[in-house]
Antibody
């Protein structure tokens, strides 16, 4: 069974940093592109970042460039999102999602809540 | 960046109704368009990928169509569990983008 479990969310002050993790199981993690998608309270979905299977290609949404860093450890079946210079606008549930060759995000984790507040 | 515009933003329907949601892309995205369902407090669930392919396990009352810039998600014989918010998403290029969502609630 495919499972994605996010962790690392919590309360952080504006300007602070946080590192999110996503642990994968039930599939060959090292063959899939992985994504982060976020959802602010009461708002829609916003794509954050993606990383290809061997980390050869990395992409970010415009508002994340220079502040967020995506990475992965295929040996540990883990995906990460290092977030810095956080603002209240970054408050959201952050989901990790698996992407296959057609570009479909076919499996999602349950999400982890990041709250940026003083 | 490719913009996706969904319409309507919300709609009210009854069990058994047929519902149609549209998604318009700001440029040609071929058939690289996916549809998701999200119930409150849960992660999005993939319904349709590459415009018209039904994800495994999704009921056949869900149907996706379209290509280029105009896409449609149709739900026939609406069921109680279908009251949710629906999002389109393009996988044509990066940055990936989502539509703003369409909330389907009970009339």
């Amino acid at each position: 069974e495919v499972q994605l479990v996010e962790s690392g969310g919590g309360l952080v002050k504006p300007g602070g940093s946080l590192r999110l993790s996503c642990t994968a199981s039930g599939f060959n993690f090292n063959t899939y592109t992985m994504n982060w998608v976020r959802q602010a309270p009461g708002q829609g979905l916003e794509w954050v970042s993606s990383i290809t299977s061997s980390s050869s290609y990395i992409y970010y949404g415009d508002s994340m460039k220079g502040r967020f860093t995506i990475s992965r450890d295929n040996a540990a079946n883990s995906l990460f999102l290092q977030m810095s210079s956080l603002s209240v606008e970054d408050t959201a549930v952050y989901y990790c999602a698996r992407e296959d060759l057609t570009g479909r995000l076919d499996f999602w984790g349950q999400g982890t809540l990041v709250t940026v507040s003083s | 960046d490719i913009q996706l515009t969904q319409s309507p933003s919300s709609l009210s329907a009854s069990v058994g109704d047929r519902v149609t949601i549209t998604c318009r892309a700001s440029q040609n995205i071929d058939t690289y368009l996916n549809w998701f369902q999200q119930r409150p407090g849960t992660a999005p669930k993939l319904l349709v990928y590459v415009a018209s392919s039904l994800q495994i396990g999704v009921p056949s009352r869900f149907n996706g169509s379209g290509s280029g810039t105009d896409f449609t998600l149709t739900i026939t014989n609406l069921q109680p569990e279908d009251f949710a918010t629906y999002y389109c998403q393009q996988s044509y290029n990066v940055p990936r983008t989502f539509g703003q969502g369409t909330k389907v609630d009970i009339k």
